[in-house]
């Protein structure tokens, strides 16, 4: 038998890129582990409660040779802090780390594009995302802040974030999603807070984002003026949501939970994460 262990990270949106294909994210602490077995058989099992099977296993026939699956049982076992369907990347994490846990079992000689493509096409084809969500893996492959532009797969810019700095996500108890595609008709906004970001104006672009999404997706603006009133230095809510982002300093992060107390849902507080994802043979 052999195994590996895969490590990957939650991200939020800075930038939306449904309405252009440009997207803009930012690594966060929150982990996704996957363990990877194979043994002499055939075969995918998939050992997870929320995630989606089908993402996992187009991700391992993405990346991993046929003859290869024609010969070896596939055990998966997937273990996430990321919530999942809140827009904090947990289908990205959990695809990139599948595929980096297939690179080390059948030890595969691909390349870093080639890795995190697999799991984009998979995102695809199970009808977990609309774009691709280049962005998304980026985020949770790189960390840091990713400028991606999601139909090309291509990353434009990297750049690592003050560790200082933390994430309050706001997860609301309704997690009732709209229709995003009515994004597109804010594309001439959201292109504005990608120019932001280009300028290195992030928490100018998550703000313009937030301000783009909301009539459309929300949050009401009033809760993003709160949160910039509190202390934050940008706010939006995270890729098609519900979940609501802010970053802040440490200091200011009492002052920002609170806005958030009177709401119906849960806060979580996370690091910025600039570490690389990594696995290894077990």
Partial sequence: MRGALATTHGAISLVNAIGTGHGVTMGTSLSTTVRMSIVPGKGITIHTRNQSSKMIALTIQNIV????????????????QVPIGCGLKSS?????AVAMACTNVFDLDVTEKDLLEAGMDASLRSGVSITGAYDDVCGCYYGGVNLAHNYKALRFHYERISPDLKVIIFIPNNRTRKNVRNLKKMSHVLDAAWRLAK????????????????PILGPEPQLLDSLLNAGAMGASLSGNGPSIAAVAYEGEVRSIKKVFEPMPGHTIITAINNTKAYSHEL
């Fill in 92 to 96: 990205s994490a959990v695809s990139t």
């Fill in 65 to 80: 040779p046929s003859h290869e699956l024609a010969r070896n049982k596939v055990n998966v076992w997937v273990n996430s």
């Fill in 199 to 214: 300028d290195g104006r992030y928490w100018d672009a998550m703000l313009v984002n937030g301000l783009a999404v909301s």
